[in-house]
């Protein structure tokens, strides 16, 4: 099936609700667009193989809900990702402004301190930018990410800002390699988070 | 000198040899002379002794022979006139003795006859006195007589028949007496009664009379005012005490009483030329209780009445072995009728009297000082002694009467909310604090107090999140519906707090713990009384839990909010009711956790029904499993209609999210262990487990308006543990091999997050025959 693929990376899609991550996620995987596109409920999921400098790396890429009410979903999909695609829309000062938040939690909740973090100004094609490309470059450079400016809609910067991403990844000595064994402690997910959806009421722990 | 001195022992020696021998001479001679003399004497001596001595001794003896013979004749003598004398004596003795009888005897005699003839002036002079209606003399006079009477029947001995005869009479004339004076007192005191004795209605009251004599007949003027002799008669006969026992009763039960029970009830006196008539009319009935001063007016006009036609009498006319009876007729009357008629007083007037709000409390210093006046009235009239205050106790005891009379309301109101329906609902919003009374206070609002102490927390811990303040709401109790009872439970005891504030500290302290009394009550009433309702409904164990966290929810503050207006014994952090919180929590919980453990076992026995979901092919086993999961649904969705507004929305979908939770990874835990699943099962479990994940989010409906579920419906997979683990496994059962292997991901993909290898493995081969692509599949599977 697919032999010659070099590693399965994991790659973690964030962003405030609206910024438009499952429409970057779908004009790169399936190279569609729809300007109408449902909000993502808890998280969605898709696999692409892709060949960077002759690698071929399959993507496992996990595309999570924006809104603030699933949010208590996502913590568990930060484990062992490898790279991390962060969206703002430049249209939007407020998603902007928002980054230090998600940065905040990719650190609370990453498993790893080494992964690859991608930051993409997306909706470049709209007209009333809010957001300037220097701005986003000057924060990508202050947390040492990289960046690119994007559109889904005009495909613009979309296949770029991933391969971008894997290309790094696969530069990064320690990331991948010895990943085909499952390395450290895989947690269970079954144990964890059980009745761990709130405090309040302290009625679901024993259910 | 030598010679003298060598020969003065030869000289001594010498010269005594020579004086020895002339000395001895001389002494010889001295003692011869010395003899002679001795020898004179003896011879003297002899003489006198026989010549002189001898001689006189005889005759003495012969002297003493004579007397004793003399003393024996005059003993001889003397026993002869004893003799003689003692005779004579004893005979006049005896003599003397009968005469001192016989003058004895007489003189009794004579006191008997004296007596008898007292007896007989006294029943003479008592004849007269009562012909002439001299009721005191003639009753003096039998009391004369009886004394007499009772003299000589105190001489035993004297067993006379005449004094039976005299004892008959004196009865005899003592109850003619007794008769006449029962006469006359009848004529001077007349009840007019009601006709039936049981009855003691307002009318019967009515027809209650009393009329009193006043001015004697003219013919009587000369005895004096028949009254006081009448009653003095009486006292000296010692009947008093029983004639005025009856008239007390009376007047208690058809005056006094109906005076005190009916408020209508007045008092109506009118004179006539010789008689005071006392009788009742009816007003307005207004009232159900009249209040303590009408009353005690009424009752001292009656007695006013009494003193002034009745029992002041005899104080006009003093009779000096009367005195006690002057002094003591009205104190007898009060005697006799204060126990019970100060007992009715406080019974059927002082009690209803207690204010039922402290408001009223300062107002009933007048209550006290009518009592006061009125017990003084009494004094005056001599009706009562001078330490008696049963009544001004009582009512200066208004306080603790209060306080218990307000305790004992407020917990019968407050068991009568815990014992009615549950199921009568209000909502509670975040705003309707306002429901509550406003405590006066200034500007110090339940939620104001609240949002700045939230803002102290903010400020001085959480620096973190900037300035962001914390929604008004957030220590607010989510919108929710609880009983109206306890809605009005609650605000009994925010009233019965306010009205402690306006207490006395003694009443202060009273009613803060009968309010805390009230929560230790429900604490054990609501669960014991509701009990089998609360284990049968899901309704009311949700309404149970929101009634309590809405009492936790109070109690929290409710200390707090009253802390400053307690009094001060109560200031020092006694007046709390956070003790009670986590108590009213896990009564909350604990019901509606023991609800949620019943849906979940049933749950869990309608899947039971599903044959284990295996061989689908076979029609059968197909339809018990859509039955099992057709009932599940339909169990869902009837608890989240019932649930529907009332649970907070939360908690609701907490609760749903694990009910429904419990059904979905019961159908993945089967489904996972099925050994081998054919191309036709996988579609019709695909079908079942689509049925779930359709219609399970449609059971979340925690809002009456259908429009705003949706957003909780979408919400499903955060309150339900296991929706990503059954997503991934409908997948699976759709999916071809490369499928799985990609959703597997290298362990990196959501297959991976919900699904161990070996239960991954375990549904690959389950689901696909043994193939090579198979073996390749499962080998990246790891």
């Known amino acids: ?207 | 000198m030598a010679a003298p001195a060598g020969s003065l022992v030869a000289a001594v020696l010498a010269h005594s040899g020579r004086l020895d021998k002339e000395d001895l001479g001389t002494r010889i001679g001295r003692l011869s002379r010395r003899v002679e003399e001795l020898k004179g004497e003896v011879c003297n001596m002899i003489n006198k002794k026989y010549n002189e001595f001898l001689p006189s001794m005889q005759s003495a003896e012969d002297l003493v022979s004579q007397v004793d013979g003399l003393s024996s004749n005059i003993d001889l003598l003397k026993a002869g006139i004893e003799n003689e004398v003692q005779r004579d004596l004893n005979v006049a003795v005896a003599d003397f003795t009968e005469l001192k009888q016989q003058l004895e005897r007489d003189t009794l005699v004579l006191s008997i006859l004296k007596k008898l003839q007292e007896f007989d002036t006294a029943i003479k002079e008592y004849n007269t006195a009562l012909l002439e209606k001299k009721y005191v003399a003639a009753a003096q006079q039998l009391e004369k007589a009886r004394n007499s009477l009772k003299m000589l029947e105190s001489r035993k001995g004297f067993e006379l028949k005449i004094l039976k005869a005299l004892g008959t009479e004196l009865t005899v004339q003592t109850q003619n007496m007794l008769y006449h004076l029962g006469e006359e007192w009848q004529t001077l005191a007349v009840w007019k009664l009601p006709p039936s004795k049981e009855s003691s209605s307002l009318e019967s009251a009515m027809h209650s009379e009393l009329h009193l004599r006043t001015v004697p007949s003219k013919e009587e003027e000369i005895a004096g005012p028949p009254v006081a002799s009448v009653l003095q008669a009486f006292a000296v006969l010692g009947e008093l005490h029983a004639k005025l026992k009856i008239f007390g009763q009376l007047l208690l039960k058809y005056i006094l009483k109906p005076l005190i029970s009916y408020p209508s009830l007045q008092p109506f006196t009118e004179e006539q030329s010789d008689v005071f008539i006392l009788r009742f009319k009816s007003t307005e009935p207004n009232l159900d209780h009249s209040s303590p001063m009408e009353v005690f007016d009424k009752i001292k006009l009656i007695f006013e009445v009494l003193h002034k036609y009745l029992l002041n009498v005899p104080l006009e006319q003093p009779v000096e072995d009367k005195k006690e009876c002057r002094v003591t007729l009205a104190e007898l009357l009060g005697d006799m009728i204060w126990e019970e008629l100060s007992d009715c007083l406080i019974q059927n007037c002082l009690v209803n009297s207690i204010p039922t709000n402290s408001s009223k409390l300062e107002q009933y210093i007048e209550v006290i000082k009518s009592t006061e006046e009125f017990e003084k009235a009494l004094k005056n009239m001599q009706f009562l002694k001078g330490d008696t205050t049963d009544l001004l106790k009582y009512a200066r005891n208004v306080n603790s009467h209060f306080a218990n009379k307000k305790c004992q309301d407020v917990i019968v109101a407050a068991r009568n909310l815990m014992t009615s329906e549950i199921h009568n609902t209000v909502k509670i919003t975040p705003d309707s604090g306002v429901a509550l009374p406003r405590l006066p206070d200034p500007g110090a609002g339940d939620h104001l107090k609240m949002q700045t102490t939230s803002k102290l927390l903010h400020n001085d811990m959480v620096n973190l999140e900037n300035k962001t303040k914390l929604s008004q709401y957030t220590f607010s109790l989510p919108t929710c519906r609880i009983s109206s009872s306890v809605e009005k439970l609650m605000e009994l005891a925010y009233q019965t707090l306010l009205e402690a504030t306006a207490s006395t500290d003694q009443c202060c302290i009273q009613l803060f713990y009968c309010v805390r009394n009230i929560f230790q009550l429900f604490y054990d009433v609501v669960p014991t009384y509701h009990k089998e309702n609360l284990q049968k409904l899901p309704q009311l164990a949700a309404i149970h839990h929101n009634n309590c966290m809405y009492i936790a929810h109070h109690l929290l503050t409710l200390g707090h909010q009253f802390r400053y207006r307690l009094t001060n014994i109560l200031c020092d952090g006694a007046a709390t009711f956070v003790d009670l919180v986590p108590g009213f929590r896990r009564l909350g919980m604990e019901c509606f956790l023991a609800q949620m453990r019943v849906q979940k076992g049933e749950i869990l026995e309608r899947l039971s029904s599903a044959r284990n979901f295996s061989n689908m092919d076979d029609e059968e086993n197909y339809c018990a499993a859509n039955k099992a999961i057709r009932q599940v649904l339909h169990q869902l969705k009837r608890l989240g209609k019932v649930w529907q507004d009332v649970l907070p929305v939360n908690v609701y979908c907490k609760a749903m999210g694990t009910l429904l939770n419990t059904a979905l990874s019961e159908i993945v835990t089967r489904i996972a262990a099925l050994e081998d699943i054919s191309a036709e099962d996988a579609d019709r479990l695909y079908s079942l487990c689509r049925t779930m994940v359709e219609e399970g989010p449609q059971v979340f409906t925690p809002l009456p308006e259908d429009d705003k579920n949706k957003k909780y419906q979408e919400e499903v997979p955060v309150y339900v543990q296991k929706w990503m683990t059954f997503k991934e496994l409908m997948i699976i059962l759709q999916a071809n091999l490369q499928e799985i292997v990609d959703q597997w991901a290298d362990g990196k993909g959501p297959l991976a997050a919900e699904f161990s290898a070996a239960e991954v493995k375990s549904l690959i081969r389950a689901l696909f025959q043994n193939t090579e692509r198979r073996a390749a599949a499962l080998a990246k599977i790891k």
């Not at chain 1, 899609?13 to 667009?33: A, C, M, N, Q």
């Not at chain 1, 230090?100 to 498993?111: A, F, P, Q, R």
């Not at chain 1, 202050?142 to 296949?159: N, P, R, W, Y």
């Open chain 1, 1 to 207: 099936m697919d032999e010659d693929v070099l590693t399965t990376l994991k790659i973690l899609i964030i962003g405030e609700s609206g910024v438009g991550k499952s429409s970057l996620l779908l004009r790169f995987t399936d190279d569609t667009f729809d300007p109408e596109l449902a909000a993502t409920i808890g998280v969605d999921f898709k696999v692409k193989t892709i060949s960077v400098d002759g690698n071929k790396a399959k993507l496992a890429i996990w595309d999570t809900a924006g809104q603030e009410r699933f949010r208590t979903l996502t913590p568990s999909y930060y484990r062992g990702a490898q790279g991390v695609i962060l969206v703002y829309d430049v249209t939007r000062r407020d998603t902007f402004v928002k980054l230090d938040n998600w940065l905040n939690e990719l650190e609370t909740y990453c498993t790893r301190n080494d992964i690859v973090k991608m930051l993409v100004g997306n909706k470049i094609d709209k007209e009333n930018r809010e957001v300037d490309r220097n701005e986003g470059l000057k924060f990508a450079r202050k947390h040492s990410m990289l960046f690119i400016e994007a559109s889904a809609k005009t495909c613009d910067g979309v296949q770029c800002a991933f391969e971008e991403l894997v290309e790094k990844i696969i530069q990064t000595p320690g990331l991948w390699e010895s990943e085909s064994q499952n390395r450290g402690v895989k947690l269970s997910n079954k144990e964890e988070g059980y009745g761990g959806g709130g405090a309040c009421g302290g009625y679901c722990s024993m259910l």
